[in-house]
């Protein structure tokens, strides 16, 4: 069964320094890895997508990661975090066979100080 | 283009009553699929429609049931409310068929209280 990881419920950091959020995953084949924002009182704005293509796959708002097959993760990064980052974070693993479902992580909730 | 559409945004119900949500996907989206949202176990399946049909379904007891209409619109309905059923109910939309790795996008949710 597929599953994801993300090691931090809580990150802060300050603005300016860079952003760090970690997850692993666990698949029986070869993963479709998402990571997905929510802002406060917001839906879901996907960030980035991992299709087994190139191992650093770049989002939006400057946001990039990387997958690593012999680690089993997938984390996120930015080198400068900015006030409009702070939001929850999610790392979804897509569900094997003829599905569409998401299997969501925990979510990582980024602060981020001035 | 407009994006993942739900209603209402907030709802406010009674123990026992039933609820009905709405949701328009994205224009030219034929699959919808829903997810719970709760601090305590955070987001879960729900369900997954295409072409009217339901093509997958989560751990969620009957009470949970949904439909998709020919203009792939949906609803979910919420019999017999509990107030664990309290949640943002979040509703996605993708351009095909799901298959794993499609590109799902995400509405803002229709906020349930259940008192």
Known sequence: ?114 | KAGVTQTPRYLIKTRGQQVTLSCSPISGHRSVSWYQQTPGQGLQFLFEYFSETQRNKGNFPGRFSGRQFSNSRSEMNVSTLELGDSALYLCASSPRQAYSGNTIYFGEGSWLTVV
């Open chain 1, 1 to 114: 069964a597929q599953s994801v990881t993300q090691l931090d419920s809580h990150v802060s950091v300050s603005e300016g320094t860079p952003v760090l959020l970690r997850c692993n995953y666990s698949s029986s084949y070869s993963p479709s890895l998402f990571w997905y924002v929510q802002h406060p009182n917001k839906g879901l704005q996907l960030l980035l997508k991992y299709t087994s293509a190139a191992t650093l796959v770049k989002g939006i708002n400057g946001f990039e990661a990387e997958f690593k097959k012999s680690e089993t993760s997938f984390h996120l990064t930015k080198p400068s975090a900015h006030m409009s980052d702070a939001a929850e974070y999610f790392c979804v693993v897509s569900d094997s066979g003829n599905t569409g479902k998401l299997i969501f992580g925990q979510g990582t909730t980024l602060q981020v100080k001035p």
